[in-house]
């Protein structure tokens, strides 16, 4: 099979292109510089110079597909420039799908996030959960604003199936939960929060989720492709039993931070680090949690526990915060 990959010079993507060609298939990528692209390339990846920004630099890549996996994203938190979010997320997110259908695409994939949902203030919700409130994040918002687009193209009769992760770790992550295991690891954690949670799922699962859904998933459909539900509080005690580093004392409710990001808006003009950022306050309280029973049900998917998914994760963080396990 021959696909076409956006995003495959990212954390995702670049482990799905990978995964693909070992099983054999053509991928074709656009990269807007291909030097990035050329561990895959020497893989057989076939590099072509493009950006989802610009519509036409996909057509003559995505030519002849006989499927998309598009999932390319701008993730970033608490940053003061935003702009890419629109042009990435949502226009680019367009570009992608009215390509794929004025090419007669036969089938694709897209990554869309739980966080369309934004907080769910701890429910664990499902494919038909739908958020009406505003959200927390710019991410969060141009996410959902290209969620709606792919659903409207869904119903223009696009065979598009939808994948929706939640947190995505391991090894290679450069997000924002990769900076906070480093600040773990390196005792320069401030706290942790009482209650913030996510559904946590390694990233060779996430993959593994996206090819299912290429094969099994039903044109049409949402798959929440989230592994099992932990606090983050949770998951650094995992940590902590896996690499011994002690967490931080603090520990504050998430009403206090919540406060705190409100408090926080006053100061927005001001250039203040990232972390007292009222955007990346809201997040850091946040709750973003779903059900993968769809996902279990239709396409097999069944993501690794936790603590399976950290001890590798673990390791690597460790060698980049140069650090050595402990007995």
């Known amino acids: 099979m021959r696909y076409f990959v956006t995003g495959a010079t990212g954390f995702i993507g670049g482990r799905l292109a990978r995964v693909l060609l070992e099983h054999g298939h053509q991928v074709v990528i656009v990269a807007r510089t291909p030097g990035k692209a050329a561990a895959l390339q020497a893989l057989g990846a076939e590099v072509h110079q493009g950006d989802i920004t610009d519509r036409e630099s996909l057509r003559a890549?995505?030519?002849?597909?006989?499927?998309?996996?598009?999932?390319?994203?701008?993730?970033k938190v608490g940053v003061r420039n935003t702009?890419?979010?629109?042009?990435?997320?949502?226009?680019?997110?367009?570009?992608?799908?009215?390509m794929m259908q004025e090419l007669a695409i036969p089938k694709g994939v897209y990554t869309s996030t739980l966080a369309i949902n934004s907080d769910t203030d701890g429910r664990i919700v499902d494919e038909t959960y739908h958020f009406n409130g505003s959200h927390i994040s710019e991410y969060?918002?141009?996410?959902?604003?290209?969620?709606?687009?792919?659903d409207a193209f869904i119903r223009a009769g696009l065979p598009l199936v939808i994948v929706q992760p939640g947190i995505v770790y391991?090894?290679?992550?450069?997000?924002?939960?990769?900076?906070?295991?480093?600040?773990?690891?390196?005792?320069?954690?401030?706290?942790?929060?009482?209650?913030?949670?996510?559904?946590?799922?390694?990233?060779?699962?996430?993959?593994?989720?996206?090819?299912?859904?290429?094969?099994?998933?039903r044109p049409g459909e949402s798959y929440i492709i989230a592994g099992d539900t932990h606090t983050l509080v949770e998951a650094i005690g995992i940590a902590q039993a896996i690499t011994h580093v002690?967490?931080?004392?603090?520990?504050?409710?998430?009403?206090?931070?919540?406060?705190?990001?409100?408090?926080?808006?006053?100061?927005?003009?001001?250039?203040?680090?990232?972390m007292l950022n009222g955007e990346y306050l809201r997040v850091s309280a946040a709750t973003y949690t779903g059900s993968n029973a769809k996902a279990r049900r239709e396409l097999g998917h069944n993501p690794r526990p936790l603590r399976e998914g950290l001890i590798p994760t673990l390791a690597w963080e460790m060698e980049q915060a140069g650090k050595?396990?402990?007995?």
């Open 324 to 327: 050595t396990a402990k007995p």
């Open 170 to 217: 391991g090894p290679g992550d450069e997000s924002s939960l990769h900076d906070t295991f480093q600040q773990y690891l390196k005792g320069q954690l401030p706290m942790l929060i009482e209650g913030t949670a996510f559904s946590w799922a390694h990233v060779d699962d996430i993959v593994e989720a996206h090819i299912l859904a290429m094969d099994k998933g």
């Open 140 to 150: 969060d918002r141009t996410k959902a604003e290209a969620h709606y687009i792919a």
């Open 83 to 98: 702009a890419p979010g629109q042009a990435i997320n949502v226009e680019g997110t367009r570009h992608v799908l009215s």
């Open 61 to 75: 890549p995505m030519q002849g597909a006989d499927g998309v996996f598009h999932v390319a994203g701008w993730y």
């Open 246 to 274: 002690k967490p931080p004392a603090l520990v504050l409710p998430r009403s206090v931070v919540k406060a705190m990001s409100a408090f926080m808006r006053v100061f927005s003009p001001l250039p203040l680090p990232t």
